[in-house]
């Protein structure tokens, strides 16, 4: 009976254990587990290449090489897009001498407020960039 009890306790302790550890490192077991879930789909992917010829290898790393190289192009067109939506939306800000609310908030209580605490528009960006610029890019 005591023999029992004692290997039902540990069984609960190392229980318990592995549950306290799964809770302290949550994340690292979504890493494992998601890896797995990678490498269980891309493994028939690779299976079936590896019995094919070497141009055919070829053939799909170039296609590979290609569809990555059209992703990353999508990302950097993306970023250049976005880059300069920032540059136009800080550009407009910094010459602006008033607030431009939506029409839903004119003459309400909360634009009055806003208005009242804060500077115009292009004298906050000029307090928060500096005389040259030089808060945004130390040189």
Do not use: C
Request: proline share 3%.
């Amino acid at each position: 009976m005591t023999k029992q009890l004692v290997v039902f306790g540990t069984a609960v302790m190392t229980t318990l254990l592995v549950l306290v550890l799964l809770w302290q490192f949550n994340i690292v077991v979504v890493y494992v587990l998601i890896s797995l879930a990678l490498a269980a789909a891309v493994r028939p992917l690779v299976k079936g290449w590896t019995n094919r010829g070497f141009t055919m290898r070829l053939a799909g790393i170039v296609v590979f090489l290609v569809v990555l190289g059209g992703f990353g192009f999508l990302i950097f067109s993306g970023s250049v897009m976005a880059i300069s939506e920032i540059q136009q939306l800080a550009h407009t800000v910094s010459v602006q001498d008033e607030w431009r609310l939506p029409i839903w908030l004119e003459g309400s209580s909360f634009q009055q407020a806003l208005v009242a605490r804060l500077p115009a528009p292009s004298e906050l960006f000029s307090a928060v960039t500096g005389d040259q610029g030089q808060l945004v890019l130390r040189l």
